[in-house]
């Protein structure tokens, strides 16, 4: 066994000996059978050839690139850049060696080369430069072209590198003027009227921005010069001004002082109140709170008055005098006298000496010439001097219905005469009486006040007071439809007077139509028919029309023709017996009903019909006639 350990390892030992030969025979070869020189920058590692190939592996060719182009290998496996965005795909296909030393092993077609699939797309003012060189110096490889701003934009930086590198921090790829500065992260942002403001107006040229003076004075000094301040006020302008506009203040005089502006104080500038010429006075020296200390020149009264203008006058207008309270005077105002003017009472400065009575003021309005005195508060009220308020109810004639809609003229002609007046309606309404006098003057018996005719829903003239009370019918007529003229007193009081056209009768049966006829409709007739005509009706009687028995005409003198009280007088025609049974109708029939028989009694026979059962019914006539 030790033998053949031995043999075994020096047949490995052969092995590995002939294997290197071979080896170094191989690479001698491939270096024999290149197929042309490589590109210049292979060219020290061109007798190399395990430095770019693997033999027997294609696909770890490019491990061994990589192991070379490192800041590819980065791309690669961050997926940036250029190579870091292709698709996976081998070194070789795109690039190739061994075509000499000046080949060119990574062509690039500028015109086609799609620059959004690296780390440095071109936007704004960028994708319009036509030119690759101004970006890639020549000499450089492409992907060492510059990506910060000053790299390029060196000429372009008016700050002098003073605000440092960053020019994307202000600047914008749109153009190199646009600026996007967030002014809100400084120590002084950006409001109102600020931020329509260019740079320079506080960043002056060629001074750091962290220069630019944050007081309202270093830029606003002409501003506080044209207001009239002429820094009288010192420098803390945000006090009163803001930055939405310099003319507007928003200094609260409520809140930080002890008198606050009310009316139109608050439209008042503010030198107006505030003179003083002192610098720095902040508005101290105003003058007193006293309102003769600012109007003094507007006052009307000279001082009469003394310096309260406040207990007459507001701060909604001086010459508005809205706050005097007149009900504490010995005149409260009331009605129109609300709305005068002061001036149209007190003629002069001095308000003691004004009028108290009316006629005072109001004589050229007086129509009565002073015939009734001078208690003008007795008829007119403060509302309005042409509407009376004169309390008729006090007098002997209360007003009521239409009298109190009525004008004082309508009944009181002259301005003088107003305690003389009559109180009888004939007085007035002589024209309107169209009874000519003739029923006297009481004319309230029958017309009330609210018209002078009766209207709808007035009580007509009480009809029981005359001889002819009014019932049924009667109280839905008309007056004229009895009285043909005025002379009421004329009219008939028969019913012939007024009903001669409907008296069907002709005049036959007399003037008494009460007799029959009633006052509810002249259709109703309650003739009594058992006592006046001994035929009492009743059954199916009762319901019959007069004509429906007395068809004949009526002779000379009577109301209705006579008719017979035997049945067969209107049934003659309703007798299925033809006579035979004679004219006694009422003893089998009755009168509710014709064909209604009355029920027969035991033992009593009916006319003309044997009592036996056993005998067959014969007719016979009434009282046993053949």
Same mark, same amino acid.
């Given at each position: 066994?030790a033998?053949l350990?031995?043999?075994l390892?020096a047949w490995?030992?052969?092995g590995?000996?002939?294997?290197?030969? +071979?080896?170094?025979?191989?690479?001698?070869?491939?270096?024999?059978?290149?197929?042309?020189p490589?590109i210049?920058?292979h060219a020290?590692?061109?007798?190399?050839?395990q430095?770019?190939?693997v033999?027997?592996?294609?696909?770890?060719q490019?491990?061994?690139?990589?192991?070379?182009?490192?800041?590819? *290998? #980065?791309d690669?496996?961050?997926r940036?850049g250029w190579?870091?965005?292709?698709?996976p795909?081998?070194?070789?296909?795109?690039?190739?060696?061994?075509?000499?030393?000046?080949?060119?092993?990574a062509?690039?077609d500028t015109?086609?080369?799609d620059?959004?699939?690296?780390?440095?797309?071109l936007?704004?003012?960028h994708?319009?430069?036509a030119?690759c060189?101004?970006?890639?110096?020549p000499g450089?490889?492409w992907?060492? *072209?510059?990506?910060?701003?000053?790299?390029?934009h060196r000429?372009?930086?008016?700050?002098?590198?003073?605000?440092?590198?960053r020019c994307?921090?202000?600047?914008?790829?749109?153009r190199w003027t646009?600026?996007?500065f967030d002014?809100?992260?400084t120590?002084?942002p950006?409001?109102?009227?600020?931020r !329509?403001?260019?740079?320079d107006s506080?960043h002056?040229r060629?001074?750091?921005? !962290?220069?630019?003076?944050?007081? =309202?004075?270093?830029?606003h000094?002409?501003?506080?010069?044209?207001r009239?301040?002429?820094?009288?006020y010192?420098?803390?302008?945000?006090t009163?001004?803001d930055?939405s506009s310099?003319? +507007?203040?928003? %200094?609260?005089?409520d809140?930080?002082t002890?008198y606050?502006?009310?009316?139109?104080?608050r439209?008042?500038?503010c030198?107006a109140?505030?003179?003083?010429t002192?610098?720095?006075a902040?508005y101290?020296?105003h003058? *007193?709170?006293?309102?003769?200390s600012?109007h003094?020149?507007?006052d009307?009264h000279?001082?009469?008055l003394?310096?309260d203008c406040?207990?007459c006058h !507001?701060?909604?207008?001086w010459k508005r005098?809205?706050r005097f309270?007149?009900?504490?005077?010995? %005149?409260?105002?009331?009605?129109?006298?609300?709305q005068?003017t002061?001036?149209?009472?007190?003629?002069?400065?001095?308000?003691r000496?004004?009028?108290?009575?009316?006629?005072?003021?109001?004589?050229?309005e007086?129509k009565?010439r002073?015939?009734?005195?001078t208690?003008c508060?007795?008829c007119h009220?403060?509302?309005q001097w042409?509407i009376?308020r004169?309390d008729?109810?006090?007098?002997?004639?209360?007003l #009521?219905g239409?009298h109190d809609?009525a004008a004082?003229s309508?009944?009181h002609?002259?301005?003088?005469?107003?305690r003389?007046r009559?109180?009888?309606?004939v007085?007035?309404?002589?024209? !309107?009486?169209r009874?000519?006098?003739?029923?006297?003057?009481?004319?309230g018996?029958?017309?009330?006040?609210?018209r002078?005719?009766?209207?709808?829903?007035?009580?007509? %003239?009480?009809?029981r007071?005359a001889?002819?009370?009014l019932?049924?019918a009667?109280?839905?007529a008309?007056?004229?439809?009895?009285?043909?003229n005025?002379? %009421?007193?004329?009219?008939a009081?028969? =019913?012939?007077?007024?009903?001669?056209?409907?008296?069907?009768?002709?005049?036959?049966?007399?003037?008494?139509?009460?007799?029959?006829?009633?006052?509810?409709a002249?259709?109703?007739?309650?003739y009594d028919?058992a006592? #006046?005509?001994?035929?009492?009706?009743?059954?199916a009687?009762?319901?019959?029309?007069?004509?429906?028995c007395?068809?004949?005409?009526?002779?000379v003198?009577q109301?209705?023709?006579?008719?017979?009280?035997?049945?067969i007088?209107c049934?003659?025609?309703?007798?299925?017996?033809d006579?035979?049974?004679?004219?006694?109708?009422q003893?089998?029939h009755?009168?509710?009903r014709w064909?209604?028989?009355?029920?027969?009694r035991?033992?009593?026979?009916?006319?003309g019909?044997?009592?036996?059962?056993n005998?067959?019914?014969r007719p016979?006539?009434p009282?046993?006639?053949s």
């Open positions: 066994m033998w350990s031995r043999g390892l490995l030992c052969m590995m000996a002939l294997a290197c030969g +071979a080896r170094v025979q191989a690479q001698g070869l491939e270096s024999a059978l290149s197929p042309g490589v210049r920058g020290k590692v061109e007798d190399q050839c430095r770019c190939h033999r027997f592996d294609r696909a770890a490019d491990s061994k690139c990589l192991d070379c182009h490192e800041d590819v *290998a #980065r690669l496996k961050a940036s190579h870091g965005r292709q698709p795909q081998a070194c070789r296909s795109c690039h190739t060696d061994h075509k000499g030393r000046d080949a060119v092993v062509p690039l015109r086609r080369f620059h959004r699939a690296t780390d440095w797309p936007r704004g003012a994708a319009r430069v030119d060189a101004a970006c890639h110096r450089q490889r992907r060492e *072209a510059p990506q910060d701003c000053v790299a390029c000429d372009d930086d008016t700050h002098r590198g003073k605000l440092g590198p994307a921090d202000c600047h914008t790829d749109t646009d600026t996007r002014h809100d992260g120590r002084f950006l409001l109102g009227k600020h !329509d403001a260019t740079c506080c002056r060629g001074e750091p921005h !962290d220069a630019a003076p944050e007081a =309202c004075i270093g830029c000094r002409d501003d506080d010069m044209k009239g301040h002429r820094a009288r010192g420098e803390r302008c945000d009163c001004h930055a310099w003319r +507007a203040t928003r %200094f609260d005089h809140r930080d002890r606050a502006l009310q009316g139109r104080h439209q008042a500038r030198d109140c505030h003179t003083g002192q610098p720095n902040l101290r020296d003058p *007193a709170s006293d309102c003769a600012c003094r020149g507007d009307a000279r001082g009469t003394g310096n406040a207990s !507001d701060a909604s207008g005098v809205g309270d007149h009900d504490r005077s010995r %005149f409260p105002l009331l009605g129109r006298h609300a005068a002061c001036a149209a009472c007190h003629r002069g400065s001095h308000y000496d004004a009028p108290r009575d009316c006629v005072a003021c109001h004589a050229a007086d009565h002073g015939t009734v005195g208690a508060g007795a009220g403060e509302r042409k009376p004169f008729h109810g006090a007098t002997r004639w209360p #009521r239409a809609r004082c309508a009944c002609t002259g301005l003088a005469d107003y003389g009559p109180t009888e309606c007085a007035c309404h002589r024209r !309107d009486d009874h000519e006098g003739q029923l006297g003057e009481r004319c018996s029958c017309h009330g006040e609210q002078w005719t009766r209207g709808p829903g007035e009580p007509p %003239f009480d009809h007071r001889r002819f009370p019932v049924g009667h109280l839905q008309r007056c004229d439809a009895c009285h043909a005025a002379r %009421f007193h004329d009219a009081r028969d =019913c012939a007077g007024c009903h001669r056209r409907d008296d069907t009768h002709q005049g036959r049966l007399g003037t008494a139509c009460e007799s029959c006829h009633n006052a509810r002249w259709s109703l007739v309650r028919h006592s #006046r005509a001994g035929w009492p009706l009743d059954g009687h009762a319901r019959l029309r007069c004509a429906d007395h068809r004949q005409p009526a002779p003198g109301a209705v023709a006579r008719v017979g009280t035997a049945c007088a049934h003659r025609g309703d007798d299925r017996h006579g035979a049974f004679g004219t006694a109708c003893a089998c009755t009168t509710a064909a209604e028989l009355r029920p027969r035991p033992g009593v026979s009916r006319p019909v044997a009592a036996s059962p005998t067959a019914p016979q006539p009282g046993g006639g």
